[in-house]
């Protein structure tokens, strides 16, 4: 006899969140899920995005691969509920950096993101507005390192950089040189100087 559920698992499902970006015909909306922003640079190499190692050793920078820095968080979206991962970059994260210094947390955010243009890889515009939470019942924040690690089949989230503490007006992109990895730094330094 099968054993009759509404729904999976909660840990069957928990490789199933997609990476949004914002796409370029119709807006994303979306409330956000994660308290706090988090991201990492990241190479786009042999058709797909991995985070950039360096300091330590990174096969992509040896290789003379750019890298941008990507944020990431838990979004639901408006249309389904479907909770996913929403991609975006610098500019993106000024704004909610924005956001984030005048509420003390993004979940809650309600966002839309689109690109104006409406060309894939054109500029992102992104408004925010708190979200009654009275009437959303927001999932449980995703735990973002550990879903991305899985996608990107690296072990841990020893390569990912811990959060940025944006209340106390740190960068908001966060230097390689934050990593919170212990290294020398010296000689790492010297040699992506010289890329
Ligand atoms: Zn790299």
């Known amino acids: 006899m099968p054993i009759w559920t509404p729904s999976p698992d909660p840990g069957d499902a928990e490789h199933a969140h997609r990476i949004l970006r914002t796409p370029a015909d119709k807006p994303l909306k979306a409330i956000i899920t994660s ?11 042999a058709g797909r995005t991995t985070p950039c190692e360096s300091p330590n050793h990174c096969e992509n920078c040896e290789e003379g691969h750019g890298r941008r820095w990507h944020g990431y968080l838990g979004i639901m979206l408006i249309s389904t509920l479907e909770h996913a991962i929403f991609e975006y970059t610098a500019p993106t994260a000024e704004v909610l950096a924005g956001y984030y210094r005048q509420h003390g947390t993004l979940r809650g955010c309600g966002i839309t993101a689109q690109r104006p243009s409406r060309k894939p890889n054109g500029r992102v515009h992104i408004a925010t507005q708190p979200v009654d939470l009275q009437k959303w ?10 879903l991305l690690s899985h996608i990107w089949g690296i072990p841990t989230t020893q390569t990912l950089l811990k959060r940025t503490n944006l209340l106390k007006g740190d960068a908001i992109v966060p230097k390689p040189n934050g990593a919170p990895k212990t290294k020398p730094p010296g000689r790492d330094r010297k040699r992506t100087q010289t890329n």
């Open 35 to 45: 308290p706090d922003p988090t991201g990492t640079y990241t190479h786009y190499a």
């Open 137 to 146: 019942l927001l999932p449980d924040p995703l735990d973002v390192h550990k």
